[in-house]
């Protein structure tokens, strides 16, 4: 790089190629433990434009990078248009994934409170008997109150037999949750007034 650009600080590549990943497991991670979360709803509406901030701000370091690159070899600028949209993309998809699910699914495990629902059988999933002893009972649920429920919309869940065969659909079911300004993960459905 010349100018001043040599005084100033130039991220290294394989770096933020190392954050890229590390953001890719932290999301894969953050899906797979944390499938029941919900973002609390002023997250939801945040979550893109962090997202695209983020993805934006992480291209610009793509881009000093490059350039740092670039200066001591030639190079295909089309190639580097085609790479440089790739990496706005992919750091944009996985920064809303992290915004809006793997970081505050992880923060509310973490330090977040139990807390129960009033929920509602949306759906009452049939027995599956090839499937995982844990997970042969499902029931779709949601909070009874949508608008301000922790689960406004449907999740299918895995639940007991016996809170399987009591429920109906459209029939109340109770709801354990952990909960924080971020969001709640549904942990538990249980049949309506049982105590934990």
């Known amino acids: 790089m010349t100018g001043s650009g040599e005084r100033g600080f130039v991220p290294d590549g394989k770096a933020l190629v190392a954050v890229l ?6 999301v894969a991670w953050g899906l797979a433990r944390h499938p029941g979360f919900q973002p609390a709803p002023w997250l939801r509406i945040a979550a ?25 070899r ?3 600028r089309g190639g580097k248009a085609l790479f440089m949209g790739f990496a ?3 750091a944009t998809l996985l920064a809303w994934l992290l915004v809006s699910q793997a970081v505050p699914a992880t923060w509310t495990a973490l330090a977040g409170a139990p807390r129960v629902e009033a929920g509602v059988v949306s759906r009452r999933v049939p027995e ?6 844990d997970c042969r009972f499902r029931l779709v649920v949601a909070s009874a ?9 449907p999740l299918d869940e895995c639940v007991q037999e016996a809170v399987w065969k009591q429920a109906t659909e459209g029939g109340p079911v109770t709801l354990h949750l952990v909960g924080g300004a971020l969001g709640a993960e549904l942990v538990a459905v249980e049949a309506a007034g049982a105590e934990r």
């Open 21 to 26: 990943v590390l953001a890719a497991l932290w």
């Open 48 to 72: 893109p434009l962090l997202a695209l901030l983020a993805g934006v701000g992480f291209m610009r370091l793509v881009a000093l990078a490059r350039s740092h690159a670039d200066a001591q």
């Open 74 to 76: 030639e190079f295909d």
């Open 88 to 90: 706005m993309v992919a």
């Open 128 to 133: 599956a008997a090839d499937a995982d002893a």
């Open 145 to 153: 109150d949508a608008a301000r429920g922790a689960v406004p919309r």
